[in-house]
């Protein structure tokens, strides 16, 4: 899968969210079990998980590295 068959879609897998975005499944995995972490879809006829690509995106737009050092820090 590329990046035009992206365009396309509105869901993936926890294995195609650790392809095309590096979040291992098996971290996703952990997220549902202990209710936390990005929103998911449970499909109602294969109960497979699937994960919203907007919803993915805005979840990695949000994370700000801590170890960052600003013109504040002192030391």
Known sequence: MNKV??????????????????IKAATLRRQRWGDYGMPYHKHQITNKILYRIEDVENNLKRIIPTNKKGKNNVG
């Open 5 to 22: 068959d992206l365009d396309n879609r509105i869901y993936l897998t926890p294995k195609e969210v650790e392809t095309f975005f590096g």
